[in-house]
Nanobody, 127 residues
Framework: QVQLVESGGGLVQAGGSLRLSCAAS????????MGWFRQAPGKERDFVAAIRWISGNTYYANSVKGRFTISRDNAKNTVYLQMNSLKPEDTAVYYC????????????????????WGQGTQVTVSS
């Protein structure tokens, strides 16, 4: 059973930075993607960024390109989301997620492509 545990959320002023972590356990990962999604109150859960465990290929939502950086430490089975130049509209609960397998044809930006989810961590950006 895969377990994902997010940490690093908090309250920050606009223009500030936070780094989120997602520690994964419970299985050996293939080239499955690890994704970050976020959900603001009353809104859908939206794609933020993703990275493949083996190849390191990265994917970003247009709204965070140039501000957020996703990375991974394979030895620690941990994925990070460095968030810079934060804006009030970045306020949301941030979730990490992964797939059961890396192969196949699927959209890494689609939340339905992911099988396992963490509990989420709150990020609040004040203006």
């Amino acid at each position: 059973q895969v377990q994902l545990v997010e940490s690093g959320g908090g309250l920050v002023q606009a223009g500030g930075s936070l780094r989120l972590s997602c520690a994964a356990s419970g299985r050996t990962f293939s080239n499955a993607p690890m994704g970050w999604f976020r959900q603001a109150p009353g809104k859908e859960r939206d794609f933020v960024a993703a990275i493949r465990w083996i190849s390191g290929n990265t994917y970003y939502a247009n709204s965070v390109k140039g501000r957020f950086t996703i990375s991974r430490d394979n030895a620690k089975n941990t994925v990070y989301l460095q968030m810079n130049s934060l804006k009030p509209e970045d306020t949301a609960v941030y979730y990490c997620a992964t797939r059961g397998v890396g192969s196949g044809i699927y959209d890494v930006t689609f939340k339905g492509s992911y099988d396992y989810w963490g509990q989420g961590t709150q990020v609040t950006v004040s203006s």
